[in-house]
């Protein structure tokens, strides 16, 4: 790569970076172009010329945010945490997205973008769901997952908790307590309403 190039790529990581950052307070469709170009402090044209539209530019960093995102957790599954660090792994990557896109914006670019939305439907099928499912086996090897529940139900129960963690997490919000609730959660996943943990007795 020259430095032309070199330049190019920091510009564009720069608007990548501050659109992001614009994210956490204004919803997509009151961001401008200008409005971008001022606070990237580059031109309009810039952007024009480097990603085509504001749509285009919107749908790439939210692509890279997720491509990050799981190659950092891919890399922390990997390292052979217990399952229960996964767990609150996974709310804490959720709230991290929680506080940058919010369920609104992302709704509305799978709504709007068929091509996106395959691209996280494989994303999903080809590296997510088979890493819970190698994890999940890993998991009851070593004893902490019981081998009377199937892989595919437990599979069935992390991703109902993945669809409604939105919700999960305006609601901490709402509470004003958030990381009590987050661990609140994380408790309720694992032994439930009754909270019987391991090594419990119960009559």
Sequence with gaps: MNGFEKRKEAIKEKIKNTVLQMLTTREPKSLRIADIAT????????????????????????????????????????SGPPLKE??????????????????????????????????IERLTNERAMPLFVRFIEDAKRRGEVSDKVPTSTIVAYIQMYSVLSQQFLAMAQQSGRGEQFAEEMIHLFFYGICGLEPGDITK
């Design 86 to 119: 996964v767990v609150s792994y996974s709310i804490f990557l959720d709230r991290e997205a929680f506080a940058s896109f919010t369920p609104q914006f992302i709704q509305q670019q799978l709504a709007g973008d068929p091509e996106l939305e395959r691209y």
């Design 39 to 78: 606070e990237a402090e580059v031109s309009q044209v810039t952007i024009y010329n480097y990603f085509g539209n504001k749509e285009a530019l919107l749908r790439e960093v939210f692509i890279e945010y997720i491509e990050e995102k799981v190659n950092e957790f891919e890399t922390f599954v990997e």
